[in-house]
């Protein structure tokens, strides 16, 4: 494969080759954020995507097949540290013009930029799965830093991770761009049909919860399960997405009674369904800055969550006393919102309004665009 200063010989006019490099690429927050950045910049770059668990791609199917993008075969991502391995992936980063690393399952990828060098590299960190929900781990945090020293930058979507990334991986101010997530809010004004979600029996007489998640031990749907049990006979519970905690997950709703849980699995295009939903929960043990809740706020929904992350910050400030620290917080937060609808008409409103304000597509495309293209010595060749 040709190196860096090969690239660097190639014609102007031809567009940028940008490698994203993923711990997995299976659609969550940061996935479906990628792809649509992808989607969007259509012919004004070509895509590059490889996953550290090559089992896990099944993201590539919500890309644009008009998209120039295609899925190289790496050196292995994932192992023991070692001189020869991060050689090899330092060869094969170096023919693209621009590294796209997401998370710290791509974190190898990142210290073998550190050590041998190449071309600008912008690392994106989104958030921590189950191993480190309860804190963060002392020797990750040090590899981090270590491995962080060369990237151009560090992009980062909530406040919370902007301390992290500054005190605590001790990053430059420079280095880290807090850029919030965002969506096409005007897609979501539109009503759904109701047959949106095509799983959904309905159950006469009661309210939709629902929850949109990749189905991983760290969203913690059991919890959220658990929180609709006592209120089953006027709540039922939609779930939208697939992992491996499904099983589990229709365990824990047949112990408590869940008789008419729904388990909708993956969709893609949440504005076609989310306004379908009464309600909107949360139950994640750990999340940053959810995409699901602000498309969720765009369709004018009332959020019950637990309090994780920016989520206290995201929704409107009325909505905060239902951002909650516990389970049984939870349940009584999702009773509070079924049992009074001028509540869920007044929050959703208001949730509504905060998200067409504060967290638009446009604003967030314009960022990565200028973060990109200056990386790229090229401000405007993804506008």
Known sequence: MEDFTARQSRQTDEPPRLLHVHGSFSLGGKEARAVRLM???????????????????????????????????????????????????????????LILSYNWGAMDAVMAHRIHG??????????????????????RNLYRRLALQRAHALVIPSIRLDAIARMVWR???????LIRNGIDTVRYAQPPLPNAIPALHRTPGKLLVGTVAGLRAVKNIRRLVRAVAPHRNHLQLVVVGEGPERD????????????????????????????????????????????????????GLPIASMDVGDVANMVAPEN????????????SALEALASDPDIRQRLGEAN?????????????????????????SSPHILR
């Not at 849980?261 to 306004?275: Q, V």
């Not at 905060?320 to 349940?331: G, H, K, N, T």
């Open 39 to 97: 989607n969007l910049w259509g012919e004004r770059a070509h895509h590059s995507i490889v996953s550290a668990a090559p089992h896990l791609m099944s993201a590539r199917d919500a890309i644009d097949p008009a998209t120039p993008v295609d899925f190289p075969e790496p050196p292995p991502l994932a192992g023991k540290p070692g001189i020869k391995r991060f050689r090899a992936i330092a060869r094969f980063l170096s023919g693209y013009d």
């Open 118 to 139: 190449g071309p600008p590299l912008i690392h994106h960190e989104d958030g921590f799965n189950a191993d480190e929900a309860a804190g963060l781990k002392p020797q």
């Open 171 to 177: 990053q430059p101010v420079a280095k880290v761009h």
């Open 248 to 299: 589990a997950i229709l365990a824990e709703a047949k112990a408590h009674g869940l008789d008419d849980i729904c388990m909708a699995g993956f969709m893609s295009e949440p504005w076609r369904f989310m306004g379908l939903f009464d309600i909107f929960a949360l139950s994640s043990d750990s999340e940053q800055f959810p995409i699901s809740l602000i498309e969720a706020m765009a369709a």
């Open 320 to 331: 905060r006393a239902f951002v909650v620290p516990d389970e049984a917080a939870l349940a």
């Open 352 to 376: 509504r309004q905060r998200a067409r304000r504060d967290f638009t597509e446009a604003a967030m495309v314009d960022a990565y665009a200028s973060l990109y293209g200056q990386a790229l």
